[in-house]
């Protein structure tokens, strides 16, 4: 069960931020003595691939800031955050961690059912940051971009964490993210309430 919390946390981050989750991975296979990434993952903590990774992310973090660039760039990452989202959750729970001391195969004569699984959770979460991005940024004049990115980077690290080192508490953070959509989407509603009779 701490195997899925743990690629369910990943996959969930992954729609937001395609590249944190895959370099706190990468780095925790690198660094980390507790975190053994299985074999076909291992992959994610070559050096070049972390420095890949850092560079692709500090472009998305700056690119995912910009009022209008930020919903171009939702486009692209289409592709992007859905696979991220397919290689976090069948590497996170195949790996070993300090809370996962002894992963379970997920489906292991469908090893293919866990990355499928990740990029429908990765490419439900971008969908829904893909319909929230513009409309925010409608009502804000684009003030709402680098605000909503920090938020987004944010709630990725804090997944990417939690699922790597406390997976149970991945339910906890993904309820509160949830709580924070809907209550975005009513201020939404009544801001555009409030303005629509003034117009």
Do not use: C
């Not at 696979?83 to 469908?110: C, H, K, N, R």
């Not at 804000?140 to 971009?145: K, R, S």
């Not at 149970?168 to 949830?178: D, M, R, T």
Request: glycine share 10%.
């Amino acid at each position: 069960m701490l195997e899925v919390l743990t690629g369910t946390g990943l996959a969930v981050a992954a729609g937001l931020n395609a590249y944190i989750p895959l370099l706190a991975l990468g780095l925790a296979g690198r660094f980390l003595e507790f975190v053994e990434l299985p074999a076909a993952w291992a992959w994610l903590a070559n050096d070049w691939v972390l420095i890949i990774l850092g560079v692709l992310l500090v472009i998305e973090m700056v690119a995912d800031k910009i009022p209008a660039v930020d919903s171009i760039n939702d486009w692209i990452q289409s592709i992007v955050r859905p696979a991220a989202g397919g290689i976090v959750f069948g590497t996170g729970t195949a790996t070993q961690t300090a809370a996962v001391t002894d992963p379970a195969v997920l489906l292991e004569s469908d090893q293919w059912v866990p990355v499928v699984t990740g990029i429908i959770i990765a490419l439900l979460v971008h969908g829904g940051k893909m319909l929230v991005r513009p409309a925010a940024n409608a009502l804000t004049g684009g003030a709402a971009a680098p605000v909503l990115s920090a938020g987004e980077d944010i709630g990725a690290l804090g997944l990417s964490l939690l699922a790597l080192l406390v997976p149970v508490l991945v339910v906890v953070a993904l309820v509160g993210l949830v709580l924070a959509v809907v209550l975005a989407f009513r201020r939404m509603r009544r801001q555009r309430q409030s303005v629509a009779p003034a117009t």
